[in-house]
Every structure is written in structure tokens, then in C-alpha cells.
């Protein structure tokens, strides 16, 4: 028989492990799935420093006094990858195990976007890497390109100068969209060189690794080749809600549509963190948006 469970939340990342210590502390069975160790991005994040009350502190650290945090009124972690939810709420596993929920969270949050150029699945784990924390270390002393200036590519940049010998920025426009502290930062920075006006055409293999990347200039056309050992592209996020696609609850691009209560178009079935459809993505906002989303999950299941 499947089992049942109050609460289903999916993803734990700040959002699902915010979700998960409201949802248990307000006595729901909670149950925190996740494909990967609890997290999310923050283990991905070398440091934080605008996650209110905490002060400067590592992202692994944050993540790991968040889910202990998460667990200790009784949430109870998953390991496993969900395939699908349906319109009753039952959850299904990839390895064929079944929650039915009587409310579930959507908090899986998104990924960094491929370039879709020539070359590139070739190059991915060969050169091409999307976490500088994880793989930084590989870089000691190479030469890296980093593509976008959102504020993921200027942090990543930032922190792959403890490497690399020298950081190329290469944006598509003339103005970065990360944040002028974080623009600063970069600008003051000796091992890093921006380049404006340029897109990535062509990831350039020798013997397998990375050797290099074709930029184009937006304008001219013109092309030219930068040679490099390794490219990080940070040009925006794809959220990972594929498992709820036959739901009618995505945007266009694949974000989760919900109103101020979080609620999806789908009764109890709610959403929190960077899969929502909205326009900032912080760690504080994920984990307000979980809090939020296991509150009017905790009245929709009791009546209270
Ligand atoms: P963003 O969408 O903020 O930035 C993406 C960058 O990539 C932009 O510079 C964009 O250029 C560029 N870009 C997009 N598509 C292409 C393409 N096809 N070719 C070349 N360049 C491209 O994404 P981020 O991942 O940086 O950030 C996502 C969210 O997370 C944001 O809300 C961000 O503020 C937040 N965040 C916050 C942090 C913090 O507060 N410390 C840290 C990291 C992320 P253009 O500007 O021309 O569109």
C-alpha cells in the first residue's frame, strides 16, 4: 500500500528545509525529499554574507545547520528522485515508491543553463564546469572564462581568482546585471578581465579538454578565439520542475505559476523557492517562501 503522509515536500534546498521545520513543528507527518544531500544550492555557495542574522558564514555550513534544524521536530529525510505528481497528490519515486500526500511542496529549485552552443556536451566535466566551489580547484593556474553578469557569474568569477592565474567575463552587453557591490568587487580585481559585447559560438576541444572558446561580438559579427582551460557559464537558470509538467501549473519557461498563499492552480499542492515564477531569488526569499507555503499547507490540512 502507498504510504500516507500530511506533508510531501520536494527539494531540500533553504525553501524545502525551511518547509519541512514549519510543517513538523506545527505537527504535520513531514516527509523532505531529495535527489541529492540536503542543501540545495547553498552547497554550492562559498559564502553568504546577506542571509540576515548569521553574518558571514559558508554556504555547506548554512545548509548544514538549516537541515539539522529542519529535522529536529520530526521531518523526516528522503533520499530518492520523484518522477511525478498527480492531481490527488501522490508522488511517485523513480525507484517505484509512492507518497500520498495530503499536501505537497514544490521546492526543487533550478539549475545553472547550458550555453546550447557546439562542443559544449563534450566539453561539460572536461573544462566546462557550472560550480566553481565544487570544481575551482581544478583551475589552479589556468586561464578560465566565465560567461554572464548576473550575479552568479560575478561571485563564481571572484572565487575562481584563488585559482586560476586569470578570469575573463564575457558579457553580452555593455552593463552586468549583478549587483554594484558585487561589480565592484570584480573591477578591483587584478585577475580579472572583462569582455563586453561578446557571446559564446563555440566551445574549442584538443584531445578531449577544453582548450579554448569563440566569442562573437553582438555588433561586428566578428569572431575571435580565446584560448582557456576552463569555462563556467552562468547565463541564467532552468528550473527543475519537469515532473510536474502534466499539471497545468508551469509558465511558458517552466517556472511554477501560485498566488500570494503560494497555492499552485492544483488544491494543496503549493510551491516555494527558485522553481516560482517571481523576480528575486535570495536565500532568504526561498526560505520565506517555504514558510509561508507549510503554513497555508498546515491550515489547508487541518481546517485550523
Ligand atoms: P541572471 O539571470 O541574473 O543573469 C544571467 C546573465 O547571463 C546576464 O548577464 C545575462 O545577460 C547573461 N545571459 C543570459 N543568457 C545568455 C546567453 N544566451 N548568452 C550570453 N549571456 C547570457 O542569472 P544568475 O544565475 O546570475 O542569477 C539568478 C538569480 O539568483 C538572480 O535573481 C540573482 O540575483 C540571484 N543570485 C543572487 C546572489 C546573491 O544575492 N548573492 C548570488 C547568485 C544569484 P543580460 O543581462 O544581457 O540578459
Known amino acids: 500500500m502507498d504510504r500516507q503522509v500530511d506533508l510531501v515536500i520536494i527539494g531540500a534546498g533553504p525553501a524545502g528545509m525551511a518547509a519541512a521545520l514549519y510543517g513538523s513543528r506545527a505537527g504535520l507527518s513531514t516527509v523532505m525529499i531529495d535527489a541529492s544531500a540536503p542543501g540545495g544550492k547553498l552547497l554550492k555557495t562559498y ?20 537541515y539539522q534544524q529542519s529535522i529536529a521536530f520530526g521531518a523526516e529525510f528522503l533520499y530518492g528522485e520523484v518522477v511525478e505528481v498527480t492531481q490527488d497528490k501522490k508522488v511517485r519515486l523513480a525507484d517505484g515508491t509512492v507518497l500520498e500526500a495530503k499536501a505537497v511542496i514544490i521546492g526543487t ?15 561539460i566535466g572536461h573544462g566546462e564546469s557550472f560550480c566553481a566551489v565544487c570544481d575551482g580547484a581544478f583551475f589552479r593556474n589556468k586561464d578560465v572564462v566565465v560567461i554572464g553578469g548576473g550575479n552568479s557569474a560575478l561571485e563564481e568569477a571572484q572565487f575562481l581568482t584563488r585559482f586560476a592565474s586569470h578570469v575573463t567575463i564575457v558579457i553580452r552587453r555593455d552593463v552586468f546585471r549583478g549587483s554594484v557591490k558585487a561589480q565592484k568587487e570584480v573591477e578591483e580585481n587584478e585577475k580579472i578581465s572583462v569582455i563586453y559585447h561578446h557571446i559564446p559560438k563555440e566551445v574549442v576541444l584538443t584531445d578531449g579538454k ?72 535570495q536565500v532568504v526569499t526561498a526560505t520565506a517562501d517555504g514558510v509561508i507555503a507549510a503554513t497555508n499547507a498546515f491550515h489547508a490540512i487541518t481546517g485550523m
Do not use: H, W
Not at 529549485?109 to 566539453?123: L, V
Open 47 to 66: 559564502q553568504i554574507e546577506n542571509y540576515p542574522g548569521v553574518g558571514t558564514v559558508s554556504g555547506p555550513d548554512l545548509a548544514m545547520q538549516m
Open 109 to 123: 529549485g533550478a539549475r545553472e543553463k547550458e550555453m546550447g552552443i557546439p562542443n559544449e556536451a563534450e566539453a
Open 210 to 281: 577544453v582548450s579554448g572558446i569563440v566569442l562573437e561580438n553582438v555588433q561586428t559579427k566578428e569572431q575571435q578565439t580565446l584560448a582557456c582551460q576552463g569555462i563556467f557559464p552562468f547565463i541564467g537558470q532552468v528550473p527543475e520542475t519537469s515532473f510536474v509538467k502534466d499539471l497545468g501549473i508551469l509558465n511558458e519557461r517552466g517556472y511554477v505559476i501560485a498566488n500570494e498563499q503560494l497555492e499552485t492552480a492544483v488544491k494543496e499542492i503549493y510551491v516555494a523557492g527558485d522553481c516560482k515564477e517571481k523576480d528575486l531569488r
